[in-house]
């Protein structure tokens, strides 16, 4: 009876998170990228080959915002999410002024894209 009830919230954990999978991981990367060694006091975070102090967020291109928590610890989040287009002929183009996707049909056909979802 404990086990079968345990494993039931162990598959609606998973089963929440899988559906809440924006609120799980979000459109972000976390990485490791800890300067010091363990044990000792970070003093940043390598984003790349630029070093950025503990407590910092920054923006990147492609509307990426990175932040340095006080671990050391980096972590970036998309601004927005990319479309999943369902319809091949179709391609989804970033705006990075405005940070949203615009959806267009690929070649120089107008007609429109209609099948296409954002999650
Ligand atoms: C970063 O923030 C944490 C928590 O607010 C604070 O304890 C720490 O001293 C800060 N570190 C720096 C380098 O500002
Ligand atoms: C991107 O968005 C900005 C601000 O909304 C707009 O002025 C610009 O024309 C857009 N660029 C493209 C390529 O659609």
Do not use: H, Q
Not at 6 to 20: I, K, Q, T
Not at 87 to 107: F, H, M
């Amino acid at each position: 009876m404990y086990w079968k009830s345990a494993v039931g919230s162990v598959v609606v954990f998973l089963l929440a998170c899988s559906f809440l999978k924006s609120l799980c991981n979000g459109a972000c990367m976390n990485r490791e990228s800890r300067l010091s060694s363990a044990g000792e006091k970070p003093d940043g975070c390598m984003d790349g080959d630029i070093k950025r102090a503990l407590n910092t967020t920054w923006f990147k291109a492609k509307c990426i915002t990175c932040s340095c928590d006080p671990a050391g610890e980096l972590s970036c989040c998309s601004r927005v999410l990319e479309p999943i287009l369902n319809d091949r002929g179709c391609t989804a183009i970033l705006n990075e002024t405005s940070c949203t996707y615009i959806i267009k049909r690929k070649g120089d056909s107008s007609e429109p894209c209609e099948s296409w979802a954002s999650m």
